[in-house]
């Protein structure tokens, strides 16, 4: 038999079982390793002229194990593996709390200026005063749109700022010498709140929601007490709805003597609308990738600036930019007095994420004040859009309109065999990634879908049709669900197993040894 007629009566397995396993253009892509030649290279080198060994025998003495592989193969490989994301470049990406939302491409321009992509880090100060001055008006807007008198911007991403701002609160009651140990936190927040305040050695204590969806303000108020040091609250909070007794909050939790720590994630759900320095915030972080767009998602770079309130600000970390009479300075080590002096150390080296601040600075000055307002406004347009359009047919978690994101409980799939995965998993074969499933952890099978902002209504038109065909599916079709996804390369993947028993595989030698297991 041909190799063809082999594939063809071998059905296109992906297997290997084919020659080539691609199947529609589809290309299975084996491991780099497993396409190893030993001995082929990208480029041809001179044989290296003899030298002394003055290492003293440390030189290397075999392979090192390398794949070889020519050129073709390496542009190959890792074209395939880019085809094979699926990102916001490539369509409608609702996945609730993360805001994937488009990344205008005049931010990347802007980031590969070469005064800005080309900078190095130990430039002296007097070579990157631009850079300096970009610094100085992003943390300009951000202190203008929250009303907050002081931001750190070296976080990495919000659960690095939520450490900072935690441990700025942290710093702060031990200057007044108090010992307080209690961090409250609703039941609904993100787990890096709880798991922020637990990392640097408060005790967390979870505050039940209201039946729609809010924050207990009684509830929150029966457990203040001289052993607080902070609340957390996330506005508008992970159910997509806006706390709005959170300046009674904030004023219950100052009365006691601590401090209010809001989630800024949904920042974009009010910027420009709403500054939470006018609600008694004292410590917010900022995702810089999600409000201000700057490409985020598969590990990339966050950032997550925190703005503080007047009694937080000393304890802003390290290095601080200020203007002198001959430019910007930078501190970059604790002062014995004056500015700086009450600093908390580095969070991150240098300053922070530059490629993500020039994106960000960006984005704001290209939407400018009332642009930004706009983005607000066209997050919860479009999301209440989706939840007016579903409602008849899936269950929304709660009444009423949403913020940015449409909450959608299980309850539409009672009795059908479906559940939240299954819906998930069938999203994919209807060409869309899924929704964020199961969070907020306080609504059952809860599907949290944000559109953002920058999906147009015939986008938007497109995946409600989908999501309504999905949901009337369900009552009639169980196995249509069960099986998804049917046309991805892989099916449904056993998730448990690849959490506790992963295969990494590495070389050849490697994968024997686990087959062998
Ligand atoms: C994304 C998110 C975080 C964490 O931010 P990272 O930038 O992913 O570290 C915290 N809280 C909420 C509500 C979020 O959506």
Redesign the pocket.
């Known amino acids: 038999m041909s190799d063809w007629s082999k594939a063809v009566s071998a059905g296109f397995k992906p297997d290997g079982t084919v020659t080539t396993g691609n199947r529609g253009l589809q290309m299975e892509e084996a491991l780099s390793f497993e396409q190893d030649a030993p001995g082929r290279t990208g480029v041809d080198l001179p044989e290296p002229p003899k030298v002394k060994d003055r290492l003293g025998g440390l030189a290397r003495k075999g392979a090192i194990g390398l794949p070889g592989l020519s050129e073709p193969q390496v542009v190959r490989h890792f074209t395939r593996l880019s085809q094979k994301n699926y990102a916001i470049d490539a369509g409608l990406y609702p996945l609730g709390?993360?805001t994937m939302k488009h990344n205008p491409r005049l931010n990347e321009k802007m980031a590969r200026l070469p005064g800005f992509g080309d900078l190095h880090p130990l430039a002296p100060e007097s070579a990157v005063q631009g850079a300096l001055e970009l610094l100085d008006q992003l943390a300009h807007w951000l202190k203008t749109l929250t009303n907050m008198p002081a931001v750190a911007l070296s976080p990495a991403?919000?659960?690095?700022g939520e450490l900072c701002g935690m441990l700025c609160i942290k710093a702060a009651l031990e200057a007044k010498g108090e010992n307080r140990h209690r961090v409250l936190v609703p039941e609904s927040a993100?787990g890096?709140?709880p798991a922020t305040a637990a990392a640097i050695g408060f005790t967390v204590e979870a505050v039940p929601a209201k039946a729609n969806g809010k924050v207990d303000v009684e509830a929150f108020k029966a457990k203040l007490g001289p052993d607080v040091a902070a609340i957390m609250i996330?506005n508008p909070n992970?159910c997509g709805i806006f706390e709005t007794e959170i300046s009674a909050l904030a004023d219950a939790v100052h009365a006691i003597g601590g401090y209010l720590y809001c989630?800024g994630?949904?920042f974009n759900a009010i910027v420009g609308r709403v500054r939470p320095g006018d609600l008694g915030v004292d410590a917010m972080h900022i995702?810089l990738?999600?409000t201000f767009s700057t490409p985020h998602g598969g590990g990339g770079p966050?950032s997550?600036p925190v703005v503080l309130s007047a009694a937080l600000a000393p304890y802003a970390p390290l290095p601080l930019t200020v203007h002198g009479k001959d430019g910007f300075k930078v501190i970059e080590t604790t002062p014995a007095s004056g500015e700086g002096a009450k600093a908390l150390g580095r969070l991150k080296v240098f300053h922070g994420q530059m490629g993500m601040f020039v994106r960000a600075l960006s984005y704001m000055m290209s939407h400018g004040a009332d642009g930004l307002a706009q983005v607000a406004e066209d997050a919860v347009l479009n999301a209440n859009y989706v939840l007016a359009r579903c409602k008849d047919l899936m269950t929304p978690a709660f009444d009423g309109y949403c913020m940015h994101e449409a909450l959608f409980d299980d309850r539409f799939l009672k009795d059908t065999g479906v559940t939240t995965l299954d819906f998930a998993k069938a999203l994919i074969d209807a060409g869309y990634h899924p929704m964020t499933v199961y969070f907020p952890l306080i609504v059952h099978g809860a599907m949290l879908v944000e559109p953002t902002e920058t999906e147009s209504k015939d986008a938007l038109d497109a995946f409600i049709a989908t999501l309504r065909a999905l949901a009337e599916k369900a009552k009639v079709d169980a196995q249509h669900f069960a099986d998804a996804p049917k046309l991805t390369p892989r099916r449904r993947l056993d998730e448990t197993g690849a959490a506790r028993k992963p295969v990494l595989r590495w070389r050849p030698e490697t994968v024997q040894s686990q087959a062998a297991e």
């Open positions: 709390s993360c991403a919000g659960a690095h993100h890096t709140n996330t992970t989630d994630a949904n995702n990738h999600k966050g997550g």
